[in-house]
């Protein structure tokens, strides 16, 4: 698999529902965000955790880490139509330097109302 | 609150021809990146900027490529002589310290 690769690719749900998705990396990271894209449209940054934090939230977004399996869950809880979008988790690698993110292909969130 | 904005948010132009795409980070970040992403196909890392040099730039980026912080609140990245396949959305992207914003993008098409 490659760095920064989600599942499942694509997720339906009804509004009020919540949503997980998962993603999982390959190699040791100083931190992993995720970003949430609309359709043809700039990514928007939701959340970042850092290497030795295991959970963060905000707001309706709650995010793991597990860096023993490489591997972060986002869950968006009670859902709402305007929350359909991608969501990319981005990875921090250590071994580059500056902060370049690496994307996964993203998991696509449909939301029904 | 302070965004990442970019200029033009839609650029067309022929094969061969050069383009500057800009872009204005966040007035106190110190880092800076370019991305894009292929219609369909991930983001890709294209080159980071700190302290008016490249830090560290991805196969991509190659001679055709070049990126400059003018003055101190524009950054532009430059395609010397366009390709087909340059066309894709490009990312501007700043960071102060850990977490990196993202501007809305400038869609590239190269007829």
């Known amino acids: 698999s490659q760095q920064g690769e989600e599942d499942p690719q694509a997720l339906s749900i009804q509004e009020g529902e919540n949503a997980t998705m998962n993603c999982s990396y390959k190699t040791s990271i100083n931190n992993l965000q995720w970003y949430r894209q609309n359709s043809g449209r700039g990514l928007v940054h939701l959340i970042l955790i850092r290497s030795n934090e295991r959970e963060k939230h905000s707001g309706r977004l709650r995010v793991t880490l597990d860096t023993s399996k490489k591997s972060s869950s986002l869950l968006i809880t009670a859902s709402r139509a305007a929350d359909t979008a991608s969501y990319f988790c981005?990875?921090?690698?250590?071994?580059?330097?500056?902060?370049?993110?690496?994307f996964g292909q993203g998991t696509i969130l449909t939301v029904h109302p | 609150e302070p965004e990442v904005t970019q200029t033009p948010s839609h650029q067309v132009t022929q094969m061969g021809q050069e383009v500057i795409l800009r872009c204005v980070p966040i007035?106190?970040?110190?880092?800076f990146y370019w991305y894009r992403q292929i219609l369909g196909q991930k983001v890709e890392f294209l080159v980071s900027f700190y302290n008016n040099e490249i830090s560290e730039k991805s196969e991509i980026f190659d001679d055709q490529f070049s990126v400059e912080r003018p003055d101190g609140s524009n950054f532009t990245l430059k395609i010397r002589s366009t390709k087909l396949e340059d066309s894709a959305m490009y990312f501007c992207a700043s960071s102060g310290r850990d977490s990196q914003y993202f501007g809305p993008g400038t869609r590239l098409t190269v007829l």
């Open positions: 007035s106190n970040h110190l880092y």
């Open positions: 981005a990875t921090d690698e250590t071994s580059t330097s500056y902060g370049k993110l690496t």
